[in-house]
């Protein structure tokens, strides 16, 4: 575990270093050219968001059956659906994660639906284990995720985590490592910190030896 975190520390390191490198070699008109594209890009950003939220987006929502869910995932190009039941607690856990990351990403519309109100989907999905959570990409149901067993098969895992997971599905935007879970990259920069400190204090440390004498 040691070696992989200073492995991503150190690749952590690299792309940081490379792109001051790549920075300091731009003249002016590499710049303004990239200040231009970013502003059409936030232009972009900004009508695509106006779309989003009046479809529904950056809220948890519930939607009543079978027919709303296919409506959502038609209007949508990401959809995250929670398919949970009243009576179990591990719904009440995602439920309040996905109230959280509805709000951060409001490119991707998220809803719940009752199984009880949708017996044909879950047949047709194979939705046998509650809470399943499902990931839609262009209308096709891309990948489930099942229980906690990918949270960490604990029921305090953190919304982190749940952000993560659903990253690697390519449903919403990240600008994390999908390599590394969010607790060890952590773990990562935390390590560099302390390797950084660790090499400019070696100098002080020899003075103050030096001066002791």
Known sequence: ????????????????????????TMDSSDL???????????KKRAKAKQEWLANGHGEYTEI?????????CNKSEHVVCHFYK??????KIVDMHLK????????????KLD?????????RLKIRVIPTIGLVKENKTKDFIVGF???????DFSTEMLEWRIARSDIIEYSGDLLVPPEEARKARKLQIQNKKTI??????????????
């Open 86 to 91: 009243n009576d179990s607690p591990r719904c």
């Open 32 to 42: 303004e050219a990239i200040r231009q594209q970013r502003i059409a890009e936030m």
């Open 100 to 111: 959280v990351l509805a709000k951060k990403h409001v490119e991707t519309r998220f809803v």
């Open 115 to 123: 199984v009880e109100r949708a017996p044909f989907l879950t047949g």
């Open 64 to 72: 009543d059956g079978e027919k709303e869910f296919f409506t959502v």
């Open 1 to 24: 575990m040691d070696q992989l975190l200073q492995q991503v520390a150190s690749n952590m390191e690299k792309q940081l270093d490379n792109e001051i490198e790549r920075l300091e």
């Open 149 to 155: 067993t990918d949270l960490g098969n604990r029921d």
């Open 200 to 213: 400019r204090g070696t100098p002080d440390s020899d003075s103050d030896l030096e001066l002791s004498d």
